[in-house]
């Protein structure tokens, strides 16, 4: 995997949490629920260092500017050594209240309505490593579950503002100019 979308428990090859009636952590094998973990630590990093979809939509300004968003990104993904991601990963499941100030709050606005979806899939994910029950074993019908209520909220909120029609309109200009540069390269 690539190492700043990787669970803290793929990272650190061991689990992070001991299940109740156990004396210690079970022996670590790479599960489901930790490839759901990537896709939620994708999203995250996707609407905290972008300002939208599509090409040249990264917060580069906001990143050099504002300490904490530069720490957060450090924090979570480009720490230099592996146990800090690990830490930091594994700190979030155990503490889950600092999820909104230390995640939610440095969403770029355009993903504003992607804040619940993040918060149902971290509150997922943590009950499924602390207690495996039905959220582990059925990992992927809960996301795809909270990834639907989140597609048909968003694309409501959008049509009512006409954002989804520039949206669009902008990708597929987007896509007709690299076509177009494309084509030039050859003649």
């Not at 609407?47 to 906001?62: L, M």
């Amino acid at each position: 995997g690539t190492l700043p979308y990787m669970s803290g428990e793929v990272i650190a090859h061991e689990c992070l949490f001991i299940l109740p009636g156990e004396s210690e952590a079970r022996k670590f094998v790479h599960e489901a629920i930790h490839d759901m973990e990537s896709l939620f630590w994708v999203l995250i990093h996707t609407c905290i260092t972008r300002k939208g979809p599509g090409i040249d939509q990264k917060r580069a300004e906001d990143l050099k500017s504002t300490d904490s968003l530069r720490e957060t990104v450090v924090k979570y993904f480009d720490a230099p050594r592996e146990g800090t991601l690990e830490d930091s990963k594994r700190d979030l499941l155990l503490r889950p209240s600092t999820f909104t100030t230390s995640i939610l709050n440095h969403f770029h606005p355009r993903y504003d309505c992607l804040k619940d979806l993040a918060q149902k899939w971290l509150d997922i994910l943590i009950l499924g490593y602390k207690y495996r029950g039905d959220e582990f074993y059925n990992i992927h019908s809960h996301i795809v579950r909270i990834l639907e209520e989140a597609r048909v909220t968003a694309e409501q909120e959008e049509m009512n503002s006409g954002e989804l029609l520039r949206i669009k309109k902008k990708l597929q200009d987007e896509r007709e100019g690299r076509k177009k540069n494309l084509l030039n390269t050859f003649k």
